[in-house]
DNA sequence: CTGTTAGCGCATTCAC
DNA sequence: GTGAATGCGCTAACAG
């Protein structure tokens, strides 16, 4: 009976609480609690003291009100994080931040540009100390430096039209050239085009790549197995089988991004399990890898990077630009892509 | 030149400078940008015109600084993003939180206690208005009520020892359960077993679903084949290896979850390179789902459930706490699992 | 080394 | 229908 250390009132205790229970003024604790500078030891300990019996919590939204401090919050505004790939550039910022003492707090636009402005004005309302953001396309006037309020935005895998700021990207046309030359080398000649809309950043990378490697190799992409759009796996399916039951249909595809890999394999298997013969399947080249492309049925050349590691470059870039200098001009740093046959 | 309708100042405005520009008294503002009631119409317009042209953003941090005032804030801590099963399981927790007008402020624990306590306590320390998390065992005072400050928390995919609190769990031992019955009704006797640490709470109960379907054949595990505590795909593959490469090895694997079923699967592929017959490869039973497990070379059994539909499960008990009744009794709900073939 | 004063941005309470 | 005063939890700036 009687309090045993732990108060469980369910009002949080305040500095004044943990000040009087220590006998000491508020100011003391809040000097404790920031370092201890100018405060003699002993009565540090009596503060701990009151704070670790009180169970005191610091209210760090209280704290970051006044212009100036900081609120240990990032933003980070993702299309979809169920997709394994944005998960994972998640946890890279994460990496980062985390290190950093900061929070992220996290919101998907799902590729709509209305609620990616909505997201920003909400994460700078939160007071956000920097922004993480893979843009969805459309208007970006809501990216513009005013509209932030001189809040850092790094923008990542994607840039946006018309917005100098930082951004980490990756090699879209070196990687998708690569991938597609790694199939022009095993002598396929017509290879058909799963992709994201060609006016994305990285679709129209991505697919200029694919067709620089063809016109090197004095082809060109036959437009009826060329398929854009598709933006999950099950549309991606539809094309691939599309693509692959059409006329003269391509012994070879090139997906532009997982979605569209894994919607093509989807596709793959229904016709094998439907009794195509395997001869008659395509290989793939997959701009993203995932996971046990080493167990599919077909050739599968992948086309990689690392997402976590693109986070973490992000959330480095995001804190490069809070602690130097915020007029430095822009930043972009493109990031190497590997290509590489899934089967060893 | 002059005032384009944007002020691009680098201070947030306040209320009072949009009061200032508007004619009328902070409080008008406030008032108008929380539903406009007893402010008239055109005052209100007057208002708004003055907010847009500022560009002015509620600060959401100094509004709920005073207690009971809702910070929007809700916490989630699961313990490993890139997991695209915990991608789901957030992106589903986000469709709900988002729908109520709600935030995510996501930290990732990495199955580390401490790191779970430091984490539940910052966003207390955020005001959140509930927690949502994947509990990483070990002990758990830290998430008694008294400790929450009347933050309403839910469990979700696990439970905590000794914490009386609403979750959302999902049908391990049935699941398991099933999923071994599928492989011994197509004749396999000897199944080995990869899964977590029989300590957390999911590992002991699929392992209990396991043993039973066992026992109900007239069966045993045998403890060669049993492997417990693998927490990456890469410690998974290697004990897979083991299991497979072992005297009597079995002619199936139970996989407690999708690291290990992934990892299952790349050792599968490793000794199918090194020229080792298909016709020795194991069966195979994943707790949880993967893409392409149709793709698969040996038949998968795939005990399935919606990570993202747990999610949105978890936030819609946390809303519906935070809506009724904190103190009624704790709701535990237990999610179906569905056992399925890989291969149709 | 420690305490007092004041104010961050907003909204509740009470006047008018 | 509108405004003035007041205080939320915390911490600079200034006293002592």
Redesign the interface.
Known sequence: MGTQG???????PTVKEVALLAGVSPMTVSRTLNGGKSVRLEVQQRVIDAVQML?Y??????R??R?GQP?G?VGVAIT?????Y???F??GV?DIA?QRGR??????TGEDSARERQLI??F????VEGLILVPSGGRSDHLQ???L??TPLVLASRMAAGVDVDAVIVDDIGGALRGTQALLDVGHTRIGYLGNDASTFTGMRRFQGFRQALVAAGLAADPRHVRLGQND?SEAALAATDVLMSPDAPTALFAANNRNA?GA??A??ELL?HGRPLETMPALVSFDS???S????VPVVVVDHDA?ELGRQAATMLFRRLDGDPDAPAVVVEMPTVVRNS??
């Not at 979809?80 to 394994?84: D, E, H, Y």
């Not at 700078?124 to 007071?127: D, L, T």
């Not at 080493?294 to 049925?297: H, K, S």
């Open positions: 732990q108060n469980d009132s369910s009002r949080q169970g919590q610091r209210n760090e939204n209280a970051s009100i212009p609120s919050l979809n994080i169920a997709n394994p944005y998960g994972n998640a946890l994460e985390s929070r992220i707090i996290l919101g998907t004005a909400d700078i309302g939160r007071q430096p005013n509209r309020r001189g796996i894994v394999l989807k793959i298997g399990a995932f996971e046990l080493e167990l599919m049925p976590r089967r060893r």
